[in-house]
C-alpha cells in the first residue's frame, strides 16, 4: 500500500554460505520489488562483517543480528552444516532475529541452522534429500518431510536444495501479494511458477544410495528398468532364488521400505513423467503399470495431495504441435 513501511527480509550468510541460496530468494523479492511489491532485503551475518561464499566470491553484509527487525528471516545453507555442529554465534544470531521476525525460513541445508536454534521444535521441515535423515536424527522432535520442495509449519518454512530457495520465495511472495504478481515474477525469471511444496525433490529412483548388496541392486535395477512389469514379492524373489521373507527383509534394512512399496514408488516416478510429457491419466496408468486409474490416483493424492489431472494440470509440459515447444506457465 502506498506509504507503509517496506516489508523487510534478512538473509543469514556466513563464511561458506552456497551463494545461490542468497541470490536466488534475493532475485525474486528484488523482481517483485521492480512489478509493484515493496521488500527491503537486508544481509545479515553473526558479527556484521563481510563472509565468503562456498565458491570463494566475497559477500557484503548489511548489518549485524542486532539491527534488522525482519518481516521475514531467510536462513541460507552450506555444506558445512550437516558434517558438523552449527556455530554458536550463528545460533545465537538466528534466535536473536527470529524472536523479532513475522515468518522464519531456511533454504536447504539453512534447515540445520533453524534446528540447532531450536526453531524446528515439534514442526514439520525438510531439507536436501541426502542429508535429510542427518536432520531427523538432529531434530527428533520434528517431523522431516525428505521429499518435499518446501514445507510451512505455521510462520516456519524450510525448502529443499538450491533452486528450491526460489520455489519458496516465490510461494512467500504470493502469499504477500497474490498469484498473478508471482505469476509475472516466475515468468520474468523464466522459472516454474506451479512447483508448490508437495511436489517431490526428485523422482523415486533418485532419493537415496544405491542398495549396498549386490543381490538387492539386481532386482532394483530390474524394477527401475521397467517399472510396469510384473514385479510381486513372489516374482522378484523368484528372480534372486531366495524366500519372500529373505527379499523382504532386504529391502526393509536396506531401503527401509518393502518391495511392494518400492514397486509402487517407481510407478509412480514412472506417472509423474508420463504426464510431464503430456499422456492422459488413463494411459499413463496402464504404461506405469498400475492395477487401475484409482490405484494411481490414491498413490498421487497420498504423495502429492493432487490427483493426476490436477498434478498435470500444475506440473505439466504443454506439447501442442503448434506451440513451438514453448512451455507453458
Not at 42 to 67: M, Q, T
Not at 147 to 156: F, N
Not at 180 to 197: F, I
Request: glycine content about 8%; some cysteine.
Amino acid at each position: 500500500m502506498p506509504g507503509s513501511a517496506p516489508h523487510q527480509v534478512a538473509i543469514v550468510v556466513y563464511d561458506g554460505v552456497k551463494l545461490l541460496d542468497v541470490v536466488g530468494p534475493a532475485e525474486v523479492f528484488g523482481e517483485a520489488n521492480r512489478l509493484g511489491a515493496d521488500y527491503k532485503i537486508e544481509l545479515v551475518s553473526p558479527n556484521g562483517a563481510d563472509v565468503k561464499s562456498s565458491i570463494g566470491i566475497r559477500i557484503a553484509v548489511d548489518a549485524a543480528p542486532a539491527e534488522p527487525s525482519p518481516d521475514t528471516l531467510l536462513v541460507a545453507g552450506a555444506d558445512l552444516y550437516p558434517r558438523t555442529p552449527v556455530a554458536r554465534d550463528l545460533i545465537e544470531a538466528t534466535q536473536t532475529l527470529a524472536a523479532r521476525a513475522g515468518r522464519v525460513a531456511s533454504v536447504c541445508t539453512g534447515a540445520f541452522v533453524l534446528g540447532a536454534a531450536g526453531l524446528l521444535e515439534g514442526k514439520r521441515a525438510t531439507t536436501h534429500w541426502k542429508v535429510a535423515h542427518e536432520l531427523a536424527a538432529r531434530c527428533r522432535s520434528s517431523h522431516v518431510e525428505p521429499d518435499a520442495i518446501y514445507v510451512r509449519d505455521g510462520t516456519t518454512y524450510t525448502s529443499a536444495g538450491v533452486t528450491a530457495g526460489i520455489d519458496l520465495a516465490l510461494a512467500l511472495v504470493e502469499e504477500d501479494h497474490g498469484p498473478d504478481l508471482t505469476r509475472d515474477v516466475a515468468r520474468s525469471l523464466v522459472v516454474y511458477v506451479q512447483r508448490s511444496g508437495g511436489q517431490s525433490q526428485f523422482s523415486a529412483p533418485l532419493q537415496g544410495p544405491p542398495p549396498r548388496s549386490p543381490a538387492l541392486r539386481r532386482v532394483t535395477d530390474v524394477i527401475t528398468a521397467n517399472p510396469g512389469g510384473n514385479h510381486s514379492v513372489g516374482e522378484l524373489a523368484h528372480h534372486l532364488n531366495v524366500s519372500p521373507r529373505h527379499l523382504t527383509r532386504l529391502f526393509r534394512e536396506e531401503l527401509s521400505t518393502t518391495p511392494a512399496r518400492y514397486v509402487e514408488m517407481m510407478r509412480f516416478g514412472m506417472a509423474k513423467a508420463l504426464l510431464d510429457q503430456g499422456h492422459n491419466a488413463t494411459e499413463t496408468a496402464s504404461l506405469a503399470g498400475f492395477p487401475s486409474y484409482e490405484s494411481m490416483r490414491r498413490v498421487f493424492v497420498r504423495e502429492v495431495s493432487l490427483s493426476p489431472a490436477a498434478y498435470q494440470r500444475r506440473f505439466g509440459t504443454a506439447r501442442r504441435a503448434d506451440d513451438g515447444g514453448k512451455v507453458a506457465h
